[in-house]
């Protein structure tokens, strides 16, 4: 069991962690404890928010592939528990130390019952999603995106509870990324050559693709705020249509590159946060970048 834990743990992290790499592994644990220490420094103001450090292992499980491979076990469920408890240990010491016993017979229980629940297939939710762009599909199968968005929604109810806004400004960040992912995604140079549209109105196109798209998204999130009288912050979804047109022009700017366009977006987004929009006023310069390299590649 634990040579099966032991390549459990390098496959989820096998992006952050390659082979033999001691230092990383240590890395990563590190981070767990450092973060779980200031979490029991600070417990008194962050104890409504510890759910949300288990809801991560419930997202993994829920995007896992390889739960069939490890069913050749009889005792599977157990590696998967045992899997679980692991990650999340530091949190649970947290739990532990404070004497929050029923905290964490509920957690454990809930991990139970999700290891033991039936796999859902994805593949019979039919997204009502405007098909111009097929990466809208595309992902939210993929990245198995919609197990998000009730987690997001629960987060609301918390946030509203404790009337901690920044947490609700949070659940709008983590939204607005939901619905960049798709324009993240590449069509092919020779799909964009054979489009009969011009630069300007392809582009036209994939923007009402994703507010259409991103109205499916937001409607259940505006409805949740209504049901829970925050009227006033409706006005924030405006927010949460604008960033996924951004990333659209960036995508067509660095098209070659996904790299520069991830690092541009981050950047963007992160000084548009602290700088209050300022830099949105570039947009139009964006725009007519966007526009020539869309021509540039239908040319070449």
């Known amino acids: 069991m634990r040579t099966i834990l032991h390549y459990l743990f390098l496959v989820r992290f096998r992006k952050l962690v390659s082979k033999d790499d001691n230092l990383a592994v240590f890395l990563i644990i590190a981070v767990h404890f450092v973060s779980a220490f200031l979490i029991y420094k600070n417990f008194e103001k ?16 829920l995007q896992r592939l390889d739960v069939e491979l490890l069913k050749m076990k009889k005792n599977y469920k157990l590696i998967l528990f045992i899997e679980y408890l692991i990650y999340s240990s530091p949190f649970y010491l947290v739990l532990l130390l404070k004497n929050e016993f029923i905290f964490i017979a509920a957690i454990i229980l809930f991990k139970i019952l999700l290891i033991n629940a039936p796999k859902f297939n994805l593949k019979i939710i039919k997204y009502p999603f405007d098909t111009f762009n097929i990466y809208w599909h595309i992902s939210f199968r993929k990245y198995k995106l919609i197990y998000i968005l009730p987690i997001l929604i629960t987060i609301i109810f918390m946030a509203v509870n404790s009337k901690n806004q920044n947490l609700l400004y949070a659940v709008f960040l983590g939204l607005s990324l939901i619905t960049c992912v798709p324009s993240f995604e590449r069509e092919t140079t020779e799909e964009i050559k054979q489009n009969p549209f011009s630069a300007e109105k392809y582009l036209s196109c994939q923007f009402k693709n994703s507010i259409i798209n991103t109205a499916y998204l937001v409607l259940p999130f505006a409805l949740t705020l209504s049901f829970l009288l925050q009227w006033e912050k409706l006005i924030f979804l405006i927010f949460i249509f604008i960033v996924p047109l951004l990333n659209l022009l960036l995508k067509y700017i660095y098209f070659n590159n996904n790299y520069l366009q991830q690092i541009f977006f981050t950047l963007f987004i992160a000084s548009s946060i602290f700088l209050f929009g300022v830099p949105l006023l570039a947009t139009p310069f964006i725009y007519k970048k966007a526009i020539k390299t869309l021509n540039e590649l239908k040319t070449c």
């Open 46 to 61: 962050f104890r409504s928010y510890v759910p949300l450090l288990f809801l991560e292992i419930v997202v993994y499980h």
